[in-house]
């Protein structure tokens, strides 16, 4: 599948039925749904369809996706590190009294403003999942279809246990690189907490997780880290670097 055939106007109708979960500025990264579907329905009417072409697009899109998935999780990676380089001067008793309230906040900003991506990228993977699987399902039916083999028209319960899809590399794709996707961003955000907890709840840790989950203004926050975000991680970095030349 060319890339661009991976526009959102191919994509319309699943952008729309799932509106509510769809982050707005990554609706071009999101499974192309509605394409597969085409092309199911192209191929459902054949006696015996050549699947090989639905096989290579269905992988290709499968990749394509987790690719992103990949690479924001990288970005993600990246602004936690940048916020470790600064542990030592937090912790750091004696430079207590250097540390402006200014520089405490760009931190909890930063810091918030990335736990709030893992929670973007975790429903943007999730959902992504949910649309694979549905097109899994209707691959199984061509795939029964071009085998003449009633055998397997059951609908599997999971997301790995799909047959007699498990024998594509897509489905290898999916069950080796993709769904193992969910426990790194799982981790990620369990280190936002934990990074939350050592920066600014150490003694009362217990509260770190719900202030992250639940903003007192979430507007407030939501525009302080669209149009800072990346001057803070900058900010950061300036932190450290006074710090370690002191």
Not at 115 to 129: A, G, H, P, V, W
Not at 187 to 209: D, G, I, Q, V, W
């Amino acid at each position: 599948m060319s890339v661009s055939l991976i526009t959102l106007r191919s994509n319309r109708n699943f952008l729309d039925y799932y509106h509510d979960y769809i982050k707005r500025e990554w609706r071009r990264h999101y499974f192309s749904y509605d394409v597969l579907k085409e092309e199911y329905k192209a191929l459902k009417w054949k006696d015996k369809p050549k699947l090989h072409r639905f096989e290579k697009d269905f992988l290709e899109e499968i990749k394509r996706v987790d690719w992103f998935i990949k690479a924001t999780l990288f970005e993600i990676q990246q602004d936690l590190r940048k916020i470790s380089e600064t542990k030592a001067l937090f912790l750091d008793e004696m430079q207590m009294a250097k540390r402006k309230a200014q520089d405490e906040k760009t931190v909890e900003i930063t810091l918030r403003a990335i736990y709030e991506k893992c929670n973007d990228i975790e429903q943007f993977y999730s959902l992504n999942r949910f649309a694979i699987c549905k097109i899994a399902k209707k691959f199984e039916k061509l795939i029964d279809q071009s085998l003449l083999d009633d055998s397997h028209k059951d609908e599997a319960d999971g997301f790995i246990d799909f047959d007699p899809w498990r024998d594509h590399k897509s489905n290898e794709y999916f069950t080796q690189k993709f769904v193992p996707r969910e426990k790194i961003i799982q981790a990620l955000s369990n280190k936002c907490k934990a990074m939350y907890k050592l920066f600014f709840r150490r003694r009362y840790p217990t509260l770190a997780e719900g202030e992250l989950d639940f903003v007192k203004n979430k507007a407030r926050i939501h525009k302080s880290t669209q149009v800072l975000f990346g001057m803070k991680v900058g900010a950061i970095i300036l932190l450290v670097n006074y710090t370690h030349s002191e």
